[in-house]
């Protein structure tokens, strides 16, 4: 017998006592009994760490219970291990980061042969979602900036957008999407990117000083007389009556014999101004200033 039999021994060497042998002719016999050892050794217990995962930004903690065992017997139990991580701390990147545990504590443990192993801590991206604000210009004119807002999530501290948004090519009026191009908060983000326009607003009709048929775009106070290329003033009021009177916007006709005078006209005089045989409207410095006082004269009035 021993008392280190039982399942409940604990680890130690135990005395195995021997009595009573039974056999044929053992009266002939002095017996002497000799006790011998039990020894009862450490069991195995593995700790595992539990895998685990996080946002990238958020900080990680551990309570020290994150664990699972294999092995105890009799009531032992574990209540708490030592975890830790370098992917626990909010400046961890995305990827797998190791759990290691060690320290055990619990009822017991003196009679295992413990084991650790360790988890998983995974990284994950932080998802952010930026969207585009609508812009727009003015034929012509060149492209705003092209900026943004931040409209679910945030940018952990530190952490800044690079690269630059852009838009589809192109210059008429209309609208041109504004997309992500090379705009981006890196690897450690699951960027939403949401897109707004662009709109390209015409010239007024006003503004313009040339086109393909230029007495239908040119502004109504210059009016092509039939048969001829010239133009002349048509007042449409007092006010810019009087204005094309003091700028001496008078009536010129332009042939191709007359080119070559009206040019040494244009060139001695720049209140006057004149369409070219290649339909451009020539305009001079002393004109455009009164031919803008029209223009904003009449949008006033329409307003």
């Known amino acids: 017998t021993s008392t280190g039999a039982p399942v409940t021994a604990t680890v130690g060497p135990y005395d195995i006592l021997i009595s009573d042998a039974s056999g044929t002719g053992l009266g002939n016999y002095s017996i002497t009994y000799h006790k011998g050892t039990l020894t009862v050794g450490k069991k195995d217990l593995d700790v595992t760490a539990d895998s685990d995962s996080k946002t990238y930004g958020d900080t990680h903690t551990f309570d020290g219970t994150e664990f699972t065992t294999s092995g105890l017997i009799n009531g032992n139990t574990v209540t708490s291990a030592t975890l830790s991580s370098t992917g626990a701390p909010v400046t961890a990147t995305v990827g797998p980061y190791d759990i290691l545990v060690s320290g055990a504590v619990g009822s017991g443990l003196g009679n295992y042969e413990i084991t650790y192993t360790k988890g998983k801590l995974t990284v994950n991206t932080r998802p952010i979602e930026v969207t585009a604000n609508p812009q727009s210009k003015n034929e012509g004119d060149p492209d705003p900036a092209f900026t943004y807002q931040i409209t679910s999530g945030s940018l952990v501290t530190g952490d800044i957008f690079s690269g630059d948004l852009s838009r589809v090519a ?4 209309g609208t041109y999407p504004i997309i992500q191009d090379t705009f981006t908060a890196g690897s450690n983000y699951d960027l939403k990117y949401v897109g707004a326009d662009l709109t390209i607003i015409a010239k007024p009709v006003e503004d313009l000083f040339y086109a393909q048929d230029p007495f239908k775009y040119v502004y109504p106070q210059l009016e092509r007389m039939p048969g001829d290329m010239g133009v002349q003033a048509h007042p449409m009021d007092a006010f810019t009556s009087d204005l094309l009177m003091r700028s001496n916007l008078l009536y010129h006709p ?3 014999s007359d080119m070559a005078a009206f040019d040494a006209l244009i ?10 045989g290649a339909l451009n409207l020539i305009g001079h410095d ?4 009164l031919l803008d006082e029209i223009i904003k004269k009449r949008k006033q009035e329409t307003l």
């Open 170 to 173: 192109g210059e008429s009026a």
């Open 254 to 256: 332009l042939t191709p």
């Open 267 to 276: 060139i001695s005089d720049d209140a006057y101004t004149f369409i070219d």
């Open 286 to 289: 002393g004109l455009l200033p």
